[in-house]
């Protein structure tokens, strides 16, 4: 398991947690900003990506596992569950569910073709939704959907 990047909660409890269970071995963090140069390598070793938020507005990592064509498995909460398709761009979970959460995890671990199309699915799906062209048109349009006085 890699976790990385910035965390905003007191990192302490997890870390103990982590040695009590025995797997000080098997989690590896990269704690801190992540340059963006960086970012592909840091994704290219996962099976698939875990967002396991219990609250959240948005998420820049949901973005990127997508460009990246990753599979996602993500809780239901905020912005992921609008921009994320249930079972087309990614699997969802209730938030605080971790037994809901594993079993999201093994599934995609476990059947790799259906975790390829998933992030097949959820590369086409970032790279049309929220490309930069998008974006702008979508702008524009709200631009000139506003009255004039």
């Known amino acids: 398991l890699r976790v990385a990047g910035q965390w905003f909660v007191p990192f302490p409890e997890y870390a103990d947690l982590i040695a009590r269970l025995g797997l000080s071995s098997s989690v590896e963090?990269?704690?801190?900003?992540?340059?963006?140069?960086?970012?592909?390598?840091?994704?290219?070793?996962?099976?698939?990506?875990?967002?396991?938020?219990?609250?959240?507005?948005?998420s820049a990592v949901l973005l990127l596992a997508m460009a990246l064509g990753k599979p996602i498995a993500a809780t239901r909460v905020g912005g992921m569950a609008e921009i994320l398709r249930e079972g087309q761009t990614a699997?969802?979970?209730?938030?605080?569910?971790?037994?809901?959460?594993?079993?999201?995890?093994?599934?995609?671990?476990r059947d790799p073709a259906r975790a390829a199309r998933l992030g097949r699915n959820a590369r086409e799906d970032v790279n049309t939704r929220f490309s930069w062209d998008r974006i702008a048109e979508q702008t524009e349009s709200f631009y000139k959907s506003i009255p004039r006085p």
């Open 91 to 109: 699997l969802l979970v209730p938030p605080e569910d971790p037994a809901a959460l594993a079993e999201a995890l093994i599934r995609l671990l």
């Open 29 to 58: 963090f990269v704690k801190g900003f992540i340059p963006d140069e960086e970012v592909p390598n840091l994704f290219a070793p996962a099976g698939v990506v875990a967002l396991p938020y219990r609250d959240i507005d948005q």
